[in-house]
């Protein structure tokens, strides 16, 4: 029968005022009428009564709601305009009779939303925005990946590309891509450009037709094609001036001569910012490793994991021709996993923030309006006696809530947009071309929603309460807040403390970690480290002799140029490009069925390059002049990890001998292990490092390769030198990619640091904001029980019980919110493990730093109001009532 | 409420009350009968009809009739006049369905 009564609560009270008693009743004859038909009311006499009262309930409250707004419609347009513009004017008289307040929400609702509407711009760029090809969802990134290799992203070899794309049948078109960079001589000196290099379906791939001339056809891309090129819409209008003769004009690339075809629309830069697409004129015979991206379009309503099915089957029954297919296999991914995945719980993180920064300034405001619609709920009651509806009042509390929100989200909008402008503006060379944070309709659509959802927050429910005002109950003793309404507010109290420690932890994790990742020691010295980039075209320098030969003669001259203390020459630079090869030790076990076998970082350097970049060598000796001479054997030195996961069956690993072959025999070429070099966190300070080597780079000359230098002073005035250095041997040959590593180490650790501050900072937000509610709240009850406390302290209370008695109920309702936010943080970090690197996500040093803090924080705000009580006198605040 | 079709449950009630003054729960048992157990009308489906016949004028709230003293206290319900002509109308229609029915099957 409690249980009916209880059910019969869903009604409107009206309702159940007049058919409550019958409705009991009714039930207790159905009861007994069932029992005597079943003998027991079993759960499906609970089932269909509960599911009566509640369908019924629904059904009698839609009625009502139906009913109200039919009676506002009703009323004429201009009625109701009328009313909409009184609301408004009443709502702006409140404004400018209390600015402090009104100021106070408005700076509420302008934090909260602007950190909403900032967040939500970066969301939108990385997230939720389509590419700007046709039929986006069907683009995919191909890639291969071999795990055995320890490598999750391979990149892919030509001759399997070929055979995925002739036999598939679960993609419309697929292409590869490979980037690359060349001199260009259009008309004055030459340029570095860097180009993209294509196989000739990517039109068909991105359905994307050339905004001049035509694409290249299959023809062009076979290595004895016609040479031709597309020029980027930009690239065209800056070096050739927009100018549509273009078309058909021979230019140099690296020496050789190649035919403009076409120039590329502007969107095919969210592809590649490259300033030239060129066919990539391989055949599936020349093997040149895997080295490539790729892009596919599926079919219609094919899924990732069908197509990935067809590419594994025609891949794994290519092993009787290429057997190193047993180690790869394809992968299939969205563009955005592949490329933003790894920001995905970051920004979410960041969202999270955020909307709890709103959520606390919501409830802030919803305490605020509160507590003056009690201190108004006697205009409320004058206004319900001289004859009001309620649903005007209603209507006039959410107007003005809806004013404040207005303003306040103007406000909001303006600052998050231009927050997110200097937020979006460091981020975008984190990101792929084809992220872009333009503002679109979405976004529009988000700051409106959030606007109104807070609307909805904080005006709702004090509005009802107010309405609820009893029309007697006008004048005479000062309105104030029952029991009701105080539990209410404790919960808003306690409820605004959990969120801010839940969201202190998250932020107190992120930030420690940063902080710790800051302090890892990359491995080498970054502080005064330049380097830039030379390509020796192979027009002029035909073969490694030649390489060499210019090496030899470049490096003393830079020496010798005043500030620089020493310079290097390396194949990749610290936190730069991989280049991956297989060794094997002399003497190692094999490796049995199934065990990984590592890649190893593989970068030729010249001798200088230890002491130049600044890596520490634990054993032996650097190279020097006499390494890898023609009559001289080859050498390596060898990184810590490299000695760990090659070497850990010999006691010295010096002197060891390594073959770069992956079947060890007699006539193999063997190296000799010369030294023991530190780790370098080449992948990111973030990542862990792989085994590598470094080889002399008269061993192996590449075309391409950083020149580093170690600098006094300044850099710039160094590189002008360097510049007039290189002229001075190449006229031909330009420098390009200048970088120093301190910008670079910052680089690496950029995205991470930006998300970390922030959360950190909203989180302060979110302290400052929830220990403003504490204060108004606490403020407020002592205000209300002036009465209470002053006769106590007529009787006899001293100072010391009264503040101890307001302090402990306001660290009452704290202490719950700490528990509460506890619990919630334990549960929620687990989620950011993948995001942490230095710290663990049960970090005690967090979770204690920052409840202290927070109870520290919450007792000031307590203790201010208390001792405000004690200092009352009783005599004058009595007379006062 | 007039143009629409009855809901069934609202006829049911009607009929039930075509009889004599009823309280809720001999309504509920009769319509329990008249459909021969297939309608429980449970109570909030059945206030909410009461009062939604109540409001159309339909039927109207009366107090217990004389003779049963002991459900002095029970709130019994009365079909007006606009309700019986309603139910009238509403059976005849029936009665056109089910004959145009037997007519199509014969």
Known sequence: MRLYRFLLRLFPRDFREHRGQEMER?????????????????????????????????????DRAREAVRMELSRSLGEQMSTLVSDVRLALRQVRREPAYALMVLA??????????????????????????????????????????????????????????????????MAVLDEGGGNLIADGPPRRVDYLLTSHDIDDVLRMAPLLGRFYGPEEDHPDGPRAALLAEGFWRQEFAGDPEVLGRQVQLDGLPVEIIGVLPARARFLSDADMWLPLRQTRTDWRGWELNGIGRLRPEVSLERARQDLLAIHKGMIPEFPVNEISSPVIHSFRDRYLGEYRLGSGFLFGAVAIVLLISCANIA?????????????????????????????QLLTEGMVFAGLGGAVGVLLGVFGSGVLVASLSDQFPTWVTFDLDARFVLFTVGVTAASVLLFALAPAVRASRAAPGSVGGTRSTAGRAQRRWMGLLVAGEVAMALALLVVGGLAVLDVQRLGRVDPGFRAEGLIAYSLTLPAARYEDGDARTAFVDAYLPRLDAIPGVE?????????????????FVADGSPPRS???????????????????????????????????????????????????????????????????????????????????????????????????????????????????????????????????????????????????????ELAQSLWTRRATSWLIGAFSVVALLLAVAGIYGVISYTVAQRTKEISIRMAMGARAGDVSGQVLRQGMGLVLVGVIVGLLVSLVGAGRMSEMLVGVGVRDPVVYIGVTLVLVLVAAVANYIPARRAAALDPMQALRRE | MNPRPL??????????????????????????????????????TLYRSIG????????????????????????????????????????????RWVRAVRGAES
Not at chain 1, 42 to 61: I, S
Not at chain 1, 602 to 629: C, H, I, K, Q, W
Not at chain 2, 66 to 88: F, I, K, N, P
């Open chain 1, 26 to 62: 009714l039930f207790l004859d159905m009861s007994g009428q069932w029992e005597r038909e079943r003998r027991r009311l079993g759960p499906r006499f609970w089932w269909a009564l509960m599911w009566d009262t509640a369908t019924e309930a629904l059904a009698e409250r839609l």
């Open chain 1, 108 to 173: 509420l609702i302008a934090v909260g939303i602007a950190g909403n509407v900032a967040v939500f711009r970066v969301l939108n760029g990385l997230f939720l925005r389509p590419l700007p090809f046709e039929a986006p969802e069907q683009l995919v990134d191909l890639d291969e990946t071999a795990p055995a290799w320890d490598l999750e992203y391979l990149s892919i070899a030509y001759r399997d590309f070929d055979t995925w794309r002739a036999e598939n049948n679960t993609f419309q078109s």
């Open chain 1, 367 to 395: 305490g605020l309006l509160f507590v003056r619609s009690l201190v108004r709920s006697s205009e409320m009651s004058v206004r319900l006696a001289i004859g009001a509806p309620r649903s005007r009042i209603v209507r």
């Open chain 1, 566 to 582: 020493s310079a290097a020459i390396a194949s990749a630079m610290p936190l730069g490009s991989h280049w991956g090869w297989f």
């Open chain 1, 593 to 743: 069925e199934g065990e990984s076998n590592p890649v190893v970082l593989n970068r030729m350097v010249s001798p200088s390059y230890f002491e130049t970049a600044g890596v520490e060598l634990l054993a032996g000796r650097a190279f020097d002049e006499f390494d890898a001479r023609e009559d001289g054997n080859g050498v390596l030195v060898v990184n810590e990890r490299f000695v760990e996961t090659h070497l850990s069956h010999l006691d010295d690993p010096i002197g060891a001998q390594v073959t770069p072959e992956t079947d060890a025999r007699d006539d193999s070429v063997w190296w000799t292990v010369i030294g023991v070099a530190r780790n370098v966190k080449h992948y990111g300070v973030d990542e862990d490092m792989r085994p590598g080597v470094y080889q002399p780079f008269r061993q192996f000359p590449t075309a391409g390769f950083h020149v580093a230098l170690r600098v006094r002073g300044d850099p710039a005035a160094v590189i002008g030198e360097a510049r007039a250095v290189t002229a001075d041997l190449d006229v031909e040959l330009p420098v390009y990619d200048v970088l120093t590593m301190t910008d």
């Open chain 2, 7 to 44: 809901k069934p449950q609202y006829f049911q009630i009607l009929l039930a009350l075509s009889r004599g003054d009823l309280h809720g729960y001999a309504i509920q048992r009769a319509v329990l009968d008249q459909t021969e157990g297939q309608m429980r009308l449970w109570p909030a």
């Open chain 2, 52 to 95: 939604k016949l109540e409001e159309a004028a339909l039927i109207r709230s009366v107090g217990a009739p004389e003779d049963q003293s002991d459900d002095q206290r029970r709130q019994y319900y009365a079909l007006t006049e606009d309700g019986r002509h309603r139910l009238e109308e509403e059976a005849e229609k029936m009665a």
